[in-house]
């Protein structure tokens, strides 16, 4: 029993593996050649990060815009720490507020 179960398998392998051998690759990948966007400068504690870049492919006549926000730290402050209570670890909750 065990015997035939293992040729089965090996046939049920042998007949999957062929199949997708046989296959033709349907996937081109084409690249060009786009200039790398400029990263923006840091921004001020506290302050919030917005950048939009839009790039155009003169080939296909493609365009894609990405945006990217992202917020900066929160400065730790005894101010903050009133507004929105102590650190979540161990370290920031034995240490003063420093501010950055």
């Given at each position: 029993m065990k015997t035939q179960l293992l040729l089965t398998a090996i046939a049920a392998t042998a007949f999957i593996g062929g199949a997708a051998f046989?296959?033709?690759p349907t996937t081109t990948t084409t690249t060009t050649n786009v200039p790398p966007a400029t990263a923006p400068a840091p921004a001020a504690t506290g302050a919030a990060v917005s950048t939009s870049v839009t790039?155009?492919?003169?080939?296909?006549?493609a365009t894609v815009t990405t945006s990217t926000v992202t917020n900066g730290p929160v400065p730790d402050t005894p101010e903050n720490r009133a507004?929105?209570?102590q650190p979540m670890s161990h370290a920031g909750k034995r240490t003063p507020?420093?501010?950055?």
């Open positions: 046989a296959q033709q790039t155009a492919d003169p080939a296909t006549g507004k929105y209570g507020a420093r501010g950055n």
